[in-house]
Every structure is written in structure tokens, then in C-alpha cells.
Nanobody
Framework: QVQLVESGGGLVQPGESLLLSCVASATMFHIYRVGWYRQTPGKQRELVANINPSGIITYADFVKGRFTISRDDAKKIVYLQMNSLQPEDTAVYYC????????WGQGTQVTVAS
């Protein structure tokens, strides 16, 4: 069983930045596709960004160059650097890992408000 633990969420003002981190317990973390999703009340969970074992990255259109995903396989951590945050980025952000099965973290709240 893979455990994913997110951290780094919080309350920020528009235009500010946050760095989300997700630590994984997976023995073979390097073979997982990992990424971040987000969800707001009443809406489906949506992809923010993911990165596969080869380093190929996919971003949602709404990221628009503001967010950067990265992974450190030695530390078993996936990061999401979020810059120029806007109120519409307010959501619970979930870490996700996939290899054969989907694995999810518990989520971390990001709130952008002035």
C-alpha cells in the first residue's frame, strides 16, 4: 500500500506563492507517474499537473506557466511550486501516484484570498 502525505497548503493573498510537497512511502517510487489534482466543493477532481517516470510533464491549461511540478526520486517527493496564485486556485490539492493502481493523499487546503 502506497501512502502519500501532502504538506504546504495554506492561506495566501492573490499573487503570492506556495510550494506543495508530497512524500511517498512507495518502495519503487521512481516507476510511478505522480502528480497533483485539485477539487472544489461540487466539482469533479481535476488534474493540475503530473510527471511520469521519464520526466515527461503534463499541465492543465489553467496553469498557464504559473505552476511547476518536479520530483525527487531519491527522496520520494513530488513538488508543486505555485506562483501568481489567484482566488480561483482555491481548492483542496491532492497528491496522486499511479502504477497499476491509483493512490491518493489526504489533501491539503489552498486558499487564495485578499
Amino acid at each position: 500500500q502506497v501512502q502519500l502525505v501532502e504538506s504546504g497548503g495554506g492561506l495566501v493573498q492573490p499573487g503570492e506563492s506556495l510550494l506543495l510537497s508530497c512524500v511517498a512511502s512507495a518502495t519503487m517510487f521512481h516507476i510511478y507517474r505522480v502528480g497533483w489534482y485539485r477539487q472544489t466543493p461540487g466539482k469533479q477532481r481535476e488534474l493540475v499537473a503530473n510527471i511520469n517516470p521519464s520526466g515527461i510533464i503534463t499541465y492543465a491549461d489553467f496553469v498557464k506557466g504559473r505552476f511547476t511540478i518536479s520530483r525527487d526520486d531519491a527522496k520520494k517527493i513530488v513538488y508543486l511550486q505555485m506562483n501568481s496564485l489567484q482566488p480561483e486556485d482555491t481548492a483542496v490539492y491532492y497528491c496522486h501516484a499511479y502504477w497499476v493502481d491509483d493512490h491518493w493523499g489526504q489533501g491539503t487546503q489552498v486558499t487564495v484570498a485578499s
